[in-house]
Antibody, heavy 120, light 108 residues
């Protein structure tokens, strides 16, 4: 079964760029038909979908974040990444990466999440 | 954007009782791409149901999912103490993918 693990700085200063990486193990990121997604959860709140990069390399972002978000993939490292520009305290959240199957009825897979705090 | 509405917001029940959680979509969702998650404080969401009605690995059979089109249901046949948590539905068939706001199942 595919496993995912987020990594990156836990503290980012306001106006800077938040950068996270998701490492996929147990399968090749480029061989299956998956949407590789990022999701976040503000403290005490619900789940917010940020965006994905698909098996074909196409991306789609939440319209509310589109102007500040970039998701990319590094097939050689079996990783995909998230960048959020110009962060504010409102970007403080637990960030999750996930793999969502695009063509089969099969299980989704999530990482354990990583807390990112935006503060000076 | 597909808006998912979950009801009730909070469900107060006793162990052993049956829980019925609703997820209603603003437009039709493919059953292939409707999932349910359970989340406990301080933990990542745990996949319970995928493809509307398929239990994920290791999920006990007291959890079941059903529905089609715009109306989906998660049923917990007999609540165990470890089932008191927040439950989210999600659709990932139409971009942008969306989550419902969650239903909290708490102890009466």
């Amino acid at each position: 079964q595919v496993q995912l693990q987020e990594s990156g700085p836990g503290l980012v200063k306001p106006s800077q760029t938040l950068s996270l990486t998701c490492t996929v193990s147990g399968g090749s990121i480029s061989s299956g038909y998956y949407y590789w997604s990022w999701i976040r959860q503000h403290p005490g709140k619900g789940l917010e979908w940020i965006g994905y990069i698909s098996y074909s390399g196409s991306t789609y972002y939440n319209p509310s974040l589109k102007s500040r978000v970039t998701i990319s993939v590094d097939n050689s490292k079996n990783q995909f990444s998230l960048k959020v520009n110009s962060v504010t305290a409102a970007d403080t959240a637990v960030y999750y990466c996930a793999g969502e199957p695009a063509t089969e009825v099969t299980e989704t897979n999530w990482g354990q999440g990583t807390l990112v705090t935006v503060s000076s | 954007e597909i808006v998912l509405t979950q009801s009730p917001v909070t469900l107060s029940l006793s162990p052993g009782e049956r829980a019925t959680l609703s997820c209603r979509a603003s437009q039709s969702v493919s059953s292939t791409y409707l999932v349910w998650y359970q989340q406990k404080p301080g933990q990542a969401p745990r996949l319970l149901i995928y493809g509307t009605s398929n239990r994920a690995t290791g999920i006990p059979d007291r959890f079941s999912g059903s529905g089609s089109g715009t109306d989906f249901t998660l049923t917990i046949s007999r609540l165990e103490p470890e089932d008191f948590a927040v439950y989210y539905c999600q659709q990932y068939g139409i971009s942008p993918f969306t989550f419902g706001p969650g239903t909290k199942v708490d102890i009466k």
